[in-house]
Nanobody, 123 residues
Framework: QVQLVESGGGLVQPGGSLRLSCAAS????????MGWYRQAPGKQRELVAA???????NYADSVKGRFTISRDNAKNTVYLQMNSLKPEDTAVYYC?????????????????WGQGTLVTVSS
């Protein structure tokens, strides 16, 4: 079974910074894409940033120039460095990982979600 453990959320003032981490563990053998999504109250979940195994990155327009996604393949971990935070960045942030792993004894392509970590930007 594959698990994602997220950390780094919390309360920060506007203009501040936070760094989110998401570590994958368990029966995942080849990770392809890793990403961060967020969901604000009353809104749909949206892509914030994603990074492929080839370290190609993709960002939502609203976070370009402020957020940076990176990954450590040796640790199966993805990071999201968030700078110049705004109140509209307030949301639950979810880690997403895609790759080949074991599910109930079968080798298959998996998409796994983290439990979510709350980021609150407020003065």
């Amino acid at each position: 079974q594959v698990q994602l453990v997220e950390s780094g959320g919390g309360l920060v003032q506007p203009g501040g910074s936070l760094r989110l981490s998401c570590a994958a563990s368990g029966s995942i053998f080849s990770i392809n894409a890793m990403g961060w999504y967020r969901q604000a109250p009353g809104k749909q979940r949206e892509l914030v940033a994603a990074i492929t195994s080839g370290v190609s990155t993709n960002y939502a327009d609203s976070v370009k120039g402020r957020f940076t996604i990176s990954r450590d393949n040796a640790k199966n971990t993805v990071y999201l460095q968030m700078n110049s935070l705004k109140p509209e960045d307030t949301a639950v942030y979810y880690c997403n990982v895609e790759g080949w792993g074991d599910y109930l004894g079968s080798y298959r392509y998996l998409e796994i979600w983290g439990q979510g970590t709350l980021v609150t930007v407020s003065s």
